[in-house]
């Protein structure tokens, strides 16, 4: 089986991506400083209660005394307050650092991924957006909201309690210390191997993820093929792998803390033996509270250090996600807006309509060619000059050129030399926004929106009343079937329009451009799944309904081609034969063989027929 | 319903419960050895405090060191040996390690296996789930369902079931250790515990609306999402980016307030329950100290420090308790909806169905069909078709062509008494459903290919094709030159849902796929319709020249808009508003009155025109 992989980063710690991810969390910045603090002072409340104990044992136990014993308590409950108050302001203020960092990552992303161009779209698949803007993202809310919170408040409990043992018995301090690089080491250790296996894991589990996907968008057609039993082999093999992947991954772990408690006994024990001494020793160099102290600190100071490192490894994995991240945020949009046209016309998301011109529809390509990025050239040197009101025929093999061309006029994609001129003047001298906004499109594979039939024909025009909405649908004959439903244009068209069939959702998707009333019309193989009875209706329609705007058809059936006042064969990302319908049928070149095959076959038994009668 | 359930999680743990009755043993080996350690640590403090201040004070280590140690000479032994106690400390933690080590080892392979097992039924189930079922799932959903309810599941099987024992052993023993020193410290140590336990439940009960809430704003805001960039072409086309931001900001901000929200109640939850614990910590310490600061001796150093730490042991995993409930109901709610997925009814033959052959004379005979209630697709449709047959089916958007194929292959069936399907004579109903599939290739209108090589997509349907084979397939479905015209030829990957391909390109490799296996009956469901004229024809062709060939002579179904496609078949079949309106070949029909006449009529006029554009010429 093969599925395609996302890329896979394996990297030593970056510091400039984590600089750049912090840049992004510039709002946050006081808040993570704040929490820094916070987290040193919680650790410093945390190195006083063994200290506590400490003084209650010496002072008071020891001495059978009670006196002064009110302000002890009094000085423990304001430190477990205080703890109580910091805990109660990092969980509050990370939590805010954490969701307020997604979400703003997640709309800069949004913002970047409305403005890149239809060249990153051809290459990029969905769902690793999504995955990029919806786990990558929350990966790294939560690592810059909490990893750092425990970076903090591990290095500051080691560092104090340290400190703090060192100064009540630097011998016994030091012994107990040294344990610490040890179990650093081992830590390490393992935290590479449950990085390495968690990625396998990881890895795993996209493929199963993917498999269900799968399995599930493609059940229909895995049940016209009767291909159940062997998708179910394959995934057994793939749940298999998951399941020795995880174990492992999950022995890993599950070795990790035994082992580094065990090591921690050592120096615990290594407290009793050598403290326990001084403790009765001629000069009682330790007492039993110091004792109870050090034993306190030997016990607590290993988590810190493991929690430091796992933090580090989880760092370390999140970086993945935010270079995914990163690289999303800093891709370029190729076809961008210059800063002049931005200045006159505004940007895609602050339109200065009043400075646009009007559209009008003249449309030429002066010497354009194009290729797609690593492709060949699909045009070379094209010409062509439409003026406005003219209807466009394109016809030709799949692959000549037809789609290109009309996505050229709609600017997804520009020339990458030559210009084309919209209204006598380059199109890059104007907004995208501006042109886009001037365009009915209506594709072969159409796309709706969830959301009822009435909010996705009103897509074409947001203020567009129910009155003119119904008045488009019957234009383009699609009312006849929205009655039939019993909520008729109030019936939910279904994630991605699927509860339509594809002839319908031509239709509604037709009169979602219609509603536009765009200047120039783009319609690309728009009613291959439509009735030719249906077919015919709509263009009526177009053809009344569209009077004076610039068109552009794509069809194979030649019906609708017909009538179109100019029709350009291409080949080749060339123009071979341009002219009316009769024009060409007169030429007796591509068109008039596209013609007359089409229809040779239904003389011949048109004669036959007419021969047997 | 709730046995049933029951008795399906008890199945799918099948084979891993000696694993869960491990580790709850293994766990409650931690527990003893857990309080062990402390108890020792206890008796060194005493003895230390003892020999120190030359009281000579009994022995307080666990029974049987304390025997060991009287056996050797008492507290002198006990203070010039302390490297034993050293020992038996590292005994102890080591012990203690092995035997956590053993439960996580145990409730992983168990949860995993579990997990596996949970994933297999379910993909296995979906695949057997009639193709109606499929019509109607949303995708997004049942993929969540399969994978983070599988999660949410396997993640409390593994980290947490195990837990509520440990909680609860942990108090029989802390209970019934401190109750043996001191009942009134134990009291006083365990007073705001229950608080502890109560505020924990109630708090993730009351929790559970805000988590609820924000899963639910943020898969509101991944179909946001999903739904702009799988629509990205059309929102540039209307120039729609701002509309759409402004969605998708609403959703953002939505499930930025909603998980706020819920940040911002964990950091009540934890500041309140750490209040609870350090206040209980603090009571012990303090009345403990009170009770050994008494002339009396009441209570012993050892004995203090011994109520301080155990407490401080208890109170985590009572802590816990609220959450590993919590994620039992959320885990209870992911089982149910797993269960869903699973008693949905799995498409199933008859008891007596056979594997007849695939030949002869199709009949539908008076068919009747519909989806919902009185609201039928097909009305009693009455057509024969010869084995070896061409048929086009003609009829408007929507009028039941493809119900009527679909019908064929047994992706619906037909209801009892409302008419039958024959093939050959036998009713297709009493044919097992994968023979009969296996023999007719339906090439549905938006087919699906799989994310794959081209190579593998084309060979799928078979059993180790050749690459010849494949070839073959793929020039007969005119699909072999652009192809070879990618850069990786066939073995370029297919995108998500096919998305490198276009509409045509991926309608010929599902043909292509298609003719690969050998078919009884073919199906065209409009499956050339994004394909331009001369290739359709091209194909068509191709079929042609294979059946003269006699390699295959498989009776087909096309459905299509194009005369020329159309007026080829040996029959035609114009339905009408689910009925069949018109049947007969091209000769009779364009002498008929009717939808294909008048479409005959659309197409010949343009024939005319053509005429006279010549002779004006």
């Known amino acids: 089986m093969q599925f395609q992989e996302e890329q896979d980063y394996n990297k030593r710690f970056d ?37 506590l104990t400490r003084e209650a044992i010496d002072v008071y136990i020891q001495n059978h005394t009670l006196e002064g014993f009110g302000f002890f308590v009094i000085r423990y409950t304001l430190v477990v307050l205080a703890q109580v108050a910091c805990i109660f302001s990092f969980c509050f203020i990370s939590g805010k650092v954490e969701v307020g960092m997604t979400h703003r990552i997640r709309k800069i992303g949004f913002l970047r991924l409305q403005e890149l161009s239809f060249s990153f779209y051809d290459k990029t698949p969905v769902g690793y957006l999504i995955a990029r803007m919806t ?21 500051g409990y080691v560092v104090m309690s340290a400190f703090t043992m060192l100064t009540l018995d630097w011998k016994l301090g030091l012994a107990v210390l040294s344990v610490i690089p040890v179990i650093a080491v081992v830590a390490m250790y393992f935290q590479k ?31 016209t093929l009767v291909r159940e039993e062997a998708n179910n082999e394959e995934f057994v093999e793939l749940t298999h792998n998951m399941k020795r992947n995880s174990i492992r991954a999950a022995l890993n772990s599950s070795l990790l803390f035994p082992i580094v408690m065990s090591l921690g ?77 931005q200045k006159e016309f505004g940007s895609n998301l602050n339109p200065d309509r009043s400075n646009w011109p009007e559209l009008i529809g003249d449309i030429e390509f002066e010497n354009v060619s194009f290729q797609y990025s690593g492709g060949e050239k699909v045009l070379k040197n094209f010409s062509l000059k439409v003026k406005a009101g003219e209807t466009i025929a394109l016809v030709g093999e799949t692959g000549s050129g037809k789609s290109t061309i009309v996505n050229l006029i709609c600017r997804f994609y520009e020339p990458t030399e030559g210009r084309i001129l919209i209204d006598g003047t380059d199109y890059k001298e104007r907004s995208q926004l501006w042109l886009q906004s001037h365009l009915g499109y209506v594709l072969q594979q159409p796309h709706l929106f969830s959301g009822t039939i009435r909010d996705n024909i009103r897509y074409g025009r947001l203020d567009a009343s129910n009155e003119e909405i119904e008045k488009v649908a019957r234009m383009v004959d699609a009312e006849e079937f929205i009655q039939k439903f019993e909520k008729g244009y109030d019936t939910d068209v279904g994630e991605g329009g699927n509860r339509l069939s594809t002839g319908q959702k031509q239709l509604v998707s037709f009169a979602r451009a219609l509603i536009a009333n765009p200047a120039i019309f783009v319609l690309d193989e728009a009613t291959s799944s439509v009735d030719t009875e249906t077919e015919q209706k709509i263009q009526k329609a177009i053809e009344t309904s569209l009077e004076g705007r ?30 009316s319908h009769k024009e060409l049928i007169q030429k007796r070149g ?24 | 319903m709730a046995s049933r359930k029951l008795k399906l999680l008890v199945d799918m743990m099948k084979g891993n419960r000696l694993r869960y009755f491990g580790a709850v043993a293994a766990v409650g080996v931690t527990s003893v050895v857990g309080f062990i350690s402390p108890s020792v640590l206890g008796g060194i403090a005493d003895a230390l405090t003892s020999k120190a201040k030359g009281t000579n004070d009994p022995l307080n280590f666990p029974a049987f060191l304390n025997r060991f140690y009287y056996q050797r000479g008492g507290l002198d032994y006990v203070v010039s040996h302390l490297w034993i106690a050293a020992l038996i400390i590292i005994a102890l933690y080591v012990l203690n390690g092995c035997f956590q080590y053993f439960r996580s080892r145990w409730t992983a392979t168990a949860s995993e296996a579990i997990a596996k097992n949970m994933r297999d039924r379910l993909y296995t189930h979906l695949q057997s789930l009639p193709y109606d079922y499929h019509v109607k799932a949303k995708t997004g959903d049942l993929i969540q369902r399969c994978t983070s309810d599988v999660e949410t599941i396997r993640r409390f099987l593994q980290t947490q079931v195990v837990e509520v024992f440990r909680a609860v052993l942990m108090l029989i023993v802390a209970l019934t250790l401190m109750l043996q020193m001191n009942v009134k410290m134990t009291l006083v140590s365990m007073v705001l515990v229950p608080f502890l336990f109560v505020f924990a439940m109630w708090f993730f009960k009351w929790v559970r609306k805000s988590f609820q809430l924000s899963d639910e704003a943020e898969g509101k805001m991944s179909a946001v999402l999903q739904e702009n960039l799988t629509g990205v072409r059309v929102v540039r086309a209307f120039g729609r980016q701002q509309f759409e931001i402004d969605k998708f900001n609403e959703a953002n901000d939505d499930l930025w307030k909603k998980s706020r929200r819920l940040c911002n109640l964990l950091a009540i939850y934890w500041s309140g329950s750490d209040l609870l614990s350090m206040a209980q910590t603090g009571v012990t310490l303090v009345y403990g100290v009170f009770l050994a600061a008494s002339a009396n001796d009441i209570l012993s150093i050892g004995d203090m420090t011994k109520f301080v730490t155990y407490i401080s042991m208890l109170l985590w995993p009572i802590r816990q308790m609220g959450r590993i409930l919590s994620d039992m109901g959320k885990s209870l709610v992911a089982f149910d909806r797993i269960d ?36 039928p697709v097909l009305i009693d449709i009455d057509f024969t078709v010869k084995a070896g047959q061409t048929v086009a089916v003609l009829g408007a958007t929507g009028t039941g062509k493809s119900t009527l194929m679909h019908l064929l292959q047994r992706l619906y069936d037909v209801e009892d008494g409302r008419g039958e399907i024959r093939i050959g004579g036998v009713n297709i109903k009493k044919i097992r459903k994968s023979h009969l599939r296996s023999r007719i290739g339906l090439i549905l209108q938006e087919p699906f290919l799989y994310s794959r090589t081209v190579r593998n997509n084309i060979g799928i349907a078979v059993k180790n094709p050749t690459d010849e084979m494949i070839f073959d397939a793929a020039r007969t479905a005119c699909a072999h030159d652009f192809i070879q015209d990618f850069e990786n030829g066939y073995d370029t990957l297919v995108g998500e849902r096919g998305v490198t391909l276009s509409g045509g390109q991926k309608q010929r490799v599902a043909i292509a796929r298609t003719l690969l296996k050998q078919n009884d009956i073919l199906i ?61 070949s091209h000769d009779e029909l364009i002498h008929e009155d009717g939808l294909y006449r008048r479409i005959y009529m659309i197409q010949t006029a343009l024939e005319e025109e053509l005429n006279q554009t010549e002779k004006t010429a």
């Open chain 1, 15 to 51: 510091a400039s991506l984590w600089k750049k991810l912090l840049k992004y969390a510039k709002p946050f910045h006081k808040h993570l400083i704040l929490v820094c603090l916070l987290m040193i002072f919680s650790a410093y409340l945390d190195v006083q209660i063994p200290l």
């Open chain 1, 135 to 155: 786990s990558d993202t929350q990966r790294i809310g939560d690592t810059i909201g909490w990893g750092l919170i425990d970076l903090m408040w591990g290095a």
């Open chain 1, 193 to 223: 191997k449950i990085l390495k296996s968690y990625r396998e894991v990881r890895k795993t589990n996209s493929k199963i993820t993917g498999a269900f996907n799968e399995g599930i968008m493609g059940a229909k057609t895995t049940k």
């Open chain 1, 265 to 341: 006994s050592i120096a615990i024990a290594f407290t009793l033996w050598q403290g326990g001494a001084k403790v009765f020793s001629v000069n009682a160099a330790l007492t039993v509270g110091t004792l109870t102290a050090f034993v306190n600190y030997a016990s607590n100071i290993f988590e810190p250090i493991v929690s430091i490192v796992r933090t580090f490894a989880d760092m370390q994995n999140s970086q993945a996600a935010g270079e995914r991240v990163i690289t999303m945020l800093e891709t370029e949009p190729e076809i961008k807006d210059s800063e002049a046209v």
């Open chain 1, 550 to 579: 610039t068109s552009f058809i794509i069809a194979h059936r030649l019906s609708t081609i017909r009538s179109a006042d100019r029709i350009l064969v291409i080949q080749h990302g060339e123009v071979t034969e341009s002219g």
């Open chain 1, 590 to 613: 591509y068109y008039y063989n596209l013609y007359a095959n089409q229809f040779s076959e239904e003389r011949e038994q048109a004669l036959l027929g007419k021969a047997t009668l």
């Open chain 2, 340 to 375: 869903e997925i699973l008693v949905a009814k799995s498409e199933e033959d008859d008891e007596d169905a056979v594997c007849a052959p695939i030949e002869g004379d199709i009949v539908f005979d008076h068919v009747g069909f519909e989806y919902e209630r009185m609201n």
């Open chain 2, 524 to 584: 065209f469901d409009d499956s050339l319709s994004a394909v331009d004229t001369e290739t359709d024809k091209a194909i068509r062709e191709a079929l042609k020249e294979q059946k003269k060939e006699g390699g295959t002579c498989a009776t087909t179904f096309i459905i299509s808009h194009r005369l020329t496609t159309l007026a080829e078949a040996d029959v035609i079949i114009v339905l009408q508003n689910g009925r069949v309106a018109q049947n007969g």
